[in-house]
């Protein structure tokens, strides 16, 4: 079955950075997305990056736009996303989340995920 298990997570000073990591295991689709979300105490669950397998397309929140990098390490079955300048409102608990695409044409959005971590928590001060 799959697994993805976060780490990273940690405290920073605002303007810092911080990676988080995913490592998966498990996923057997030809075609996946694998996305990281993050949720704040008292807001809804909101998607921050996403990249899709055999094409590493990626797709960001206009949040984290120009700041934030999601890459794969096919190799090692991870999953990163890379925070820099980060801000006091990127504090979260931030997810890392896969579903399978029907094909590799087919695109990835920050719907429809059904394999999730557990969560690694990042705050910014």
């Known amino acids: 079955h799959v697994q993805l298990v976060e780490s990273g997570g940690g405290s920073v000073q605002a303007g810092g950075s911080l990676r988080v990591s995913c490592a998966a295991s498990?996923?057997?689709?030809?075609?996946?997305?694998m996305g990281w979300f993050r949720q704040a105490p008292g807001k809804e669950r909101e998607g921050v990056a996403l990249?899709?397998?055999?094409?590493?397309?990626?797709s960001y929140a206009d949040s984290v736009k120009g700041r934030f990098t999601i890459s794969r390490d096919t190799a090692e079955n991870t999953l990163y996303l890379q925070m820099n300048s980060l801000i006091p409102e990127d504090t979260a608990m931030y997810y890392c989340?896969?579903?399978?695409?029907?094909?590799?044409?087919?695109?990835?959005?920050?719907?429809?995920?059904?394999?999730w971590g557990q969560g690694t928590q990042v705050t910014v001060s």
């Open positions: 498990g996923i057997t689709a030809s075609a996946y997305c």
């Open positions: 990249i899709a397998s055999t094409t590493d397309r990626t």
């Open positions: 989340a896969a579903r399978a695409r029907a094909s590799i044409f087919s695109a990835c959005g920050f719907d429809g995920y059904n394999y």
